[in-house]
């Protein structure tokens, strides 16, 4: 009978061959196929299927209550040490969880808040008075372009997100030409290589393949902070 070392093992081997299935067609690294996955989109980059982007009928779900205990959003929100001068662009915003939670701690600088989903933007916009967050500026972004001032963001916090971006070697281009030369990504997915994590393998990622898709558009590693109960917590700077 296989111990459960040697059963986590062969899942975590299982899972890098997944991450590398499918070979992508040319230098772009896309490639489109049949979805493997019926969560999937039918695109794939660098060898990773893309998935469906959760619409904002899934507001609630961003809200619920246990969320800080369950994702320890309190850690991360500390392990990112931002300076209260720092412009953060939230790529993904959503509700504003974190946008609205970081406004406190830039109180001189602001939050860029990105969503491609209008509804979202105006969600964001309703809410800013209620969160005394007048330093959250809404941002309605396209999945190619998160429509970010160039050479301005000192840190990008992508959540749970860029896994379903639609063109993520376009997005992260843009993304990188929006920081500052000392400007750091914060990349947080959900740890694919534990099996103990009860998420949906499509939204779930590497660290060996986040770092793949980071360093094809010129972004270099700095750190995986192993903080979080069930995620990765990745950050990158300008190469």
Same mark, same amino acid.
């Given at each position: 009978?296989?111990?459960?070392?040697?059963?986590?093992?062969?899942?975590?081997?299982?899972?890098?061959?997944?991450?590398?299935?499918?070979?992508?067609?040319?230098?772009?690294?896309?490639?489109?196929?049949?979805?493997?996955?019926?969560?999937?989109?039918?695109?794939?980059?660098?060898?990773?299927?893309?998935?469906?982007?959760?619409?904002?009928?899934?507001?609630?779900?961003?809200?619920?209550?246990?969320?800080?205990?369950?994702?320890?959003?309190?850690?991360?929100?500390?392990?990112?040490?931002?300076?209260?001068?720092?412009?953060?662009?939230?790529?993904?915003? @959503?509700?504003?969880?974190?946008?609205?939670?970081?406004?406190?701690?830039?109180?001189?600088?602001?939050?860029?808040?990105?969503?491609?989903? &209008?509804?979202?933007?105006?969600?964001?916009?309703?809410?800013?008075?209620?969160?005394?967050?007048?330093?959250?500026?809404?941002?309605? @972004?396209?999945?190619?372009?998160?429509?970010?001032?160039?050479?301005?963001?000192?840190?990008?916090?992508?959540?749970?997100?860029?896994?379903?971006?639609?063109?993520?070697?376009?997005?992260?281009?843009?993304?990188?030409?929006?920081?500052?030369?000392?400007?750091?990504?914060?990349?947080?997915?959900?740890?694919?290589?534990?099996?103990?994590? &009860?998420?949906?393998?499509?939204?779930?990622?590497?660290?060996?393949?986040?770092?793949?898709?980071?360093?094809?558009?010129?972004?270099?590693?700095?750190?995986?902070?192993?903080?979080? &109960?069930?995620?990765?917590?990745?950050?990158?700077?300008?190469?």
């Amino acid at each position: 009978m296989e111990s459960s070392a040697d059963m986590v093992a062969e899942h975590r081997v299982s899972v890098e061959q997944a991450d590398q299935a499918e070979a992508p067609a040319d230098t772009s690294g896309y490639r489109s196929a049949p979805p493997q996955d019926p969560n999937g989109i039918g695109k794939y980059y660098q060898g990773r299927q893309i998935a469906h982007v959760m619409g904002h009928e899934g507001a609630e779900w961003l809200e619920r209550g246990d969320r800080q205990e369950e994702e320890r959003t309190d850690v991360l929100l500390r392990e990112l040490k931002l300076k209260p001068t720092d412009v953060v662009a939230d790529i993904g915003a @959503g509700t504003g969880y974190f946008s609205f939670r970081i406004s406190p701690l830039v109180p001189q600088g602001k939050v860029l808040a990105v969503d491609i989903q &209008p509804e979202m933007i105006k969600y964001l916009s309703d809410h800013k008075a209620t969160n005394k967050a007048q330093n959250v500026q809404p941002i309605l @972004g396209t999945v190619q372009n998160p429509n970010l001032p160039v050479g301005s963001v000192d840190m990008v916090l992508i959540v749970d997100a860029y896994h379903e971006f639609d063109h993520p070697r376009e997005m992260m281009r843009a993304i990188r030409n929006s920081l500052r030369p000392s400007g750091r990504v914060a990349l947080v997915e959900y740890r694919g290589e534990d099996p103990n994590v &009860p998420i949906k393998r499509i939204h779930k990622m590497t660290e060996a393949q986040a770092r793949k898709e980071m360093e094809a558009i010129g972004m270099v590693f700095v750190e995986n902070i192993k903080s979080l &109960p069930q995620q990765h917590l990745l950050i990158f700077r300008k190469s």
